[in-house]
């Protein structure tokens, strides 16, 4: 149960697009269809982005800018447009198989 | 309106036990998968337990044989037992409910443990 890998940080100016990667192995995030993404805001709960890798959930509002890909053993998720709400610290989550999750270490994004 | 309340969280020494609660909202607990997750202060989100809606359970090795996941249909709540607990099991515990089986949908606000002497 090791923890996916994030980068620490990323940063972008408003307007910009940023992809967070999201890195595991072939027995989680290369193994299944199950990754997500929270967005935690300080002293705030996690909410829920993306699920399935690429699905938004609705009708929960998450807005169009944010999308999720994956490729292998690597996810992403990218913010396009960004805007200073979307200032915040997110994590990629994976199924690992016999009912075990593993989150990643979580990257805070910075809106310059 | 889906909403989770946990309580329950606290002081308490190494060694010592907690129980925390996760009174719920807005749908029906024993009907749905269930999860912990926590928090160490500063850290990033760690799984801790799941109950399936059957009522099987799973633990992350971290807390295996200290922790224990339970349900309750008439209150429409969630507990986590933790015994022998560690430092190392300081943090915000959350509750969740796992949607389709296998992602957080719905978060509680947390409850904060800490464990020291």
């Known amino acids: 149960q090791s923890a996916l890998t994030q980068p620490a940080s990323v940063s972008g100016s408003p307007g910009q697009s940023i992809t967070i990667s999201c890195t595991g192995t072939?027995?989680?995030?290369?193994?299944?269809?199950?990754v997500s993404w929270y967005q935690q805001h300080p002293g705030k709960a996690p909410k829920l982005m993306i699920y399935?890798?690429?699905?938004?959930p609705s009708p929960s509002g998450i807005s169009n800018r944010f999308s999720g890909s994956k490729s292998g053993n690597t996810a992403s998720l990218t913010i396009s447009g960004l805007q200073a709400e979307d200032e915040a610290n997110y994590y990629c989550?994976?199924?690992?198989?016999?009912?075990?999750?593993?989150f990643g270490g979580g990257t805070k994004l910075t809106v310059l | 309106e889906v909403q989770m309340v946990e309580s329950g969280g606290g002081l308490v020494q190494p060694g010592g036990s907690l129980r925390l609660s996760c009174a719920a909202s807005?749908?029906?607990?024993?009907?749905?998968?269930m999860s912990w997750v926590r928090q160490a202060p500063g850290k990033g989100l760690e799984w801790v337990s799941v109950?399936?809606?059957?009522?099987?359970?799973y633990y992350a090795d971290s807390v295996k044989g200290r922790f224990t996941i339970s349900r309750d249909k008439s209150k429409n709540t969630l507990y986590l037992q933790m015994n022998s607990l560690r430092a190392e099991d300081t943090a915000v515990y959350y509750c969740?409910?796992?949607?389709?089986?296998?992602?957080?949908?719905?978060w509680g606000q947390g409850t904060l443990v800490t464990v020291s002497s």
């Open positions: 807005g749908f029906t607990v024993s009907s749905n998968y």
């Open positions: 109950i399936y809606s059957g009522g099987s359970t």
């Open positions: 399935e890798d690429n699905k938004r």
């Open positions: 989550c994976s199924y690992a198989g016999s009912s075990t999750w593993v």
């Open positions: 072939s027995s989680d995030v290369g193994n299944y269809n199950l």
């Open positions: 969740t409910r796992v949607e389709n089986n296998r992602h957080f949908d719905y």
